[in-house]
Structure formats: structure tokens, C-alpha cells
């Protein structure tokens, strides 16, 4: 049993980890892609807040118009906030697997080298295989974290600024409503 276990990390353990990282670097693609789609919502939604335009028929320019039909209230901007932080709760799930990646390389460093203390075993072939684990979950982790920082954490940053902006914003209002009652 213990031979087969560590037969198998030998034989399948870099194409595994290559596999893995794909799939969980293509999980975390889409899953930016939908966070910069719902950023881009919220962004406008802030932006378009209370306002329309409407064409002046003498100057023919563009002007600001207040119109409560199209205005944007802050339980529209919690939904499009709720949404984004279902995303982003997503997004936690796959950066908490990054992680596994050294892991995996320390585990076919093992294998390796337990396979080493086999009389029959090839001491090239063995070793190979200890490095290479290591080297391939390394690689994976470092680039799936360099992604993970400069994507989607920098995505999920800039939405959060901006909230929190919106918020600040919303209770400065409420605070001059309460006073001016």
C-alpha cells in the first residue's frame, strides 16, 4: 500500500499539480471577470446617482436634471453591494486553496525521498521527482498569488473604497437631514 501511494505521487504528482493550478487559476479568471462586471455596475450606479440630463432646446448643451423616476437610492447600491460580496466570499475560497500548491511539492518531495530509501529504487528517478513536485507547486503558488494580488484583490480594494466612500457620504447626509430637522 505504502509502494502504490508513493508510486502514484511519483508518477502523478507534477501533472496533478500542473492540472490543479490551471483549473483553480481558470476559477479565479471567470470569478474576476464577474467582480470587474459587478465594479463596473457599481461604478455607474454612483456615478448616475440622482442625476439624468436632458437637452437645453436653446443652447442644445447638456444639462443636469434631478429626476426621482431614475434616481439611484442607497437600497439599489446594497443590492449591487451584496452581489459583489457574494463574489468576493467566492473569491476567498480560491486564494484559501493557494496555499495547497507548496504543499503538494512538500508531499512529492516525501514521496521522493522515502522512494530513495527503497534498495530497488533508481536514486536519479526518485530524487527527480522530489524536486520537480517542488518546483512545479512553488511556480504554481507564486504565480496564482501574483495573480490573486494584482486581480482580483486589487478589484475587490478599489469596490471597497468606493463604498466606503458612498457610505461616509450617506451618513453625512443623514447627519445634515437630523440637524437641519
Known sequence: MNDLLLGAIEKYGVPFI????IVLLGLMLNNHRKLLFQKERITELLD????????NRE???LEEEDDEKSSVTPDTIRR???NFN???SWHNAFSQLIPIFPLLGVLGTVAGLMRSLDKSADIQSTLGTALTTTFFGLTAAIILKAYDSLGPNKTINDVDVMLDDFDRKLGLAEMYEKADK
Do not use: Q
Open 80 to 82: 449591487y453591494e451584496n
Open 86 to 88: 457574494d463574489l468576493c
Open 48 to 55: 448616475r446617482r440622482n442625476k439624468n440630463y436632458k437637452k
Open 18 to 21: 500542473i492540472i490543479a493550478g
Open 59 to 61: 443652447t442644445y448643451e
